[in-house]
């Protein structure tokens, strides 16, 4: 059985479930989807066709099974940069620099509060900091920046 097959028997228990609270349908009908399909195959060609029409009734507007396909993605905003230089290619994404800029308030922190009386802070390593605006593959600065959405 394949998916589409699948989908129709989904429909099909949509339209026989209303048919049996109608009285039009046996509702052992419903017990399985080789029940389903047997009771369909035995059905006058009208009565088919009526129910074909129900069916894409509900499919068009599809308010009655929740498809999976138009759940809203996920996006992602990330800094595209390509180095003029080399032609390196990376991404970052806020995280990055929301982290870096947290690290470089500590280590300007550090160096604030740093004196020869407070010996603990230096025991701490510096964060390091990655240079946004950098190459990391060449140290070039000529980079050029552009903002890319991903969907997931
Ligand atoms: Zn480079």
């Known amino acids: 059985m394949n998916s589409n097959d699948e989908e129709g028997i989904k429909y099909l228990e949509i339209v026989i479930k209303e048919l049996v609270v109608k009285g039009e349908a046996p509702a052992n009908v ?3 989807s080789n029940s389903m ?4 195959r035995n059905l006058e060609q009208t009565k088919q066709e009526e129910i074909q029409n129900q069916v894409k009734i ?3 507007t599809s308010t009655v099974i929740p498809d999976n396909k138009s759940q ?3 996006k992602i905003k ?4 390509t180095c ?12 990055e620099e929301t982290e870096n800029v947290a690290a470089s308030l500590q280590n300007a922190g550090k160096a604030l509060t740093c004196c020869s009386g407070c010996l603990p802070a230096l025991f701490i390593p510096d964060k390091e900091v990655i240079d946004l605006n950098k190459c990391p593959k060449c140290g070039s600065k000529a980079i050029v920046k552009e903002e890319v959405i991903h969907e997931v």
């Open 58 to 60: 509900i499919s068009q």
């Open 37 to 40: 399909l047997r009771w369909w």
């Open 78 to 81: 990330e800094t595209k940069n």
């Open 30 to 32: 419903l017990d399985d």
């Open 84 to 95: 003029k230089a080399c032609g390196n290619v990376w991404f970052y994404g806020k995280k």
């Open 72 to 74: 809203p993605k996920k």
